[in-house]
Every structure is written in structure tokens, then in C-alpha cells.
């Protein structure tokens, strides 16, 4: 019994952990877009990413928040 909740507590701890990294994904963009050498519509497009990563991280849609954030950062070059 130790066993499988040691297996499943290990399973399931990495979900958690990047269920909370949303913030600090958010404050990474938030640093970055001030130098961002970006065009408007890449810009645009990078503010409504992040935008979108929050909005579903109050909702509790950690995936689908860190894969917008993700994206955004990939726009911003980090």
C-alpha cells in the first residue's frame, strides 16, 4: 500500500508543481516585453497569449495556460 501512494504521489507532484509555475511564466513575460524587439501583430499576438495563460489559470486550466504562456515566450525569444 506504501508503495502504490509513494507511485502515485511521484506521479502526480510534477503536474502540481507546474500547475503553480503559471505565475512566474507570467512575470517572465511580463520582464521580457518591455525590450521585446517584436512587430505590433507579434506583439499583439504575445500580450494575448499571456493574457489568455492567466485568464486559464484562474480557471483552474493549468495545461492550456502554460501551453499559451509557452508559446508567448517562444515569440519573445526566451
Do not use: Y
Not at 15 to 43: G, R, V, Y
Not at 44 to 49: E, F, P
Not at 61 to 68: N, V
Amino acid at each position: 500500500m506504501k508503495k502504490l501512494v509513494l507511485a502515485l504521489a511521484a506521479t502526480c507532484l510534477p503536474f502540481l508543481a507546474l500547475a503553480h509555475n503559471c505565475p512566474n511564466e507570467m512575470k517572465a513575460i511580463d520582464a521580457k516585453l518591455p525590450s521585446a524587439q517584436l512587430s505590433a501583430e507579434a506583439m499583439s499576438k504575445v500580450k494575448d497569449l499571456r493574457a489568455k495563460g492567466e485568464q486559464w489559470h484562474k480557471e483552474g486550466k493549468h495545461t492550456e495556460s502554460m501551453a499559451a504562456l509557452a508559446e508567448a515566450k517562444k515569440l519573445l525569444g526566451m
